[in-house]
């Protein structure tokens, strides 16, 4: 199965950068389906940004221009994800899981067929970050 580690979360002031990396283990496919979510207490959960397997990125409107979400996918036994976070503000305030839909997209095209949605079913014990 596949296993989700972050690290890297921490305190910083408004303005500063924090980067994020999330590992992946026990993956039998290198180019995971990969995601970044934050959680503030009160708010619901929210998803930052993403990257698909061929490598196609999106962000949330909040993040923008702040954030680069990378992945690391030479290993397949050890794939990295990555969160480059600039210009952080307070309410970037929240605790970041990371997230991996652990079928490869052949996996998920049979069992969901042609157009099966990416359905992130690993998820990390998240790390703290804190803006002040």
């Known amino acids: 199965h596949v296993q989700l580690v972050e690290s890297g979360g921490g305190s910083v002031q408004a303005g500063g950068s924090l980067n994020l990396s999330c590992t992946a283990s026990?993956?039998?496919?290198?180019?995971?389906?990969m995601k970044w979510f934050r959680q503030s207490p009160g708010k619901e959960r929210e998803g930052v940004a993403e990257?698909?397997?061929?490598?196609?990125?999106?962000?949330?409107d909040s993040v923008e221009a702040r954030f680069t979400i990378s992945r690391d996918s030479a290993n397949k036994d050890k794939v990295t994800l990555y969160l480059q976070m600039h210009d952080l503000k307070p309410e970037d305030t929240a605790m970041y899981y990371c997230?991996?839909?652990?079928?490869?997209?052949?996996?998920?095209?049979?069992?969901?067929?042609?157009?099966?949605?990416?359905?992130?079913?690993?998820w990390g014990q998240g790390t703290q970050v804190t803006v002040s």
């Open positions: 026990g993956s039998t496919y290198s180019r995971l389906a």
């Open positions: 997230a991996a839909d652990s079928r490869p997209p052949w996996v998920r095209r049979r069992l969901a067929g042609p157009d099966g949605p990416i359905t992130y079913d690993r």
């Open positions: 990257i698909d397997n061929e490598g196609n990125t999106d962000y949330a």
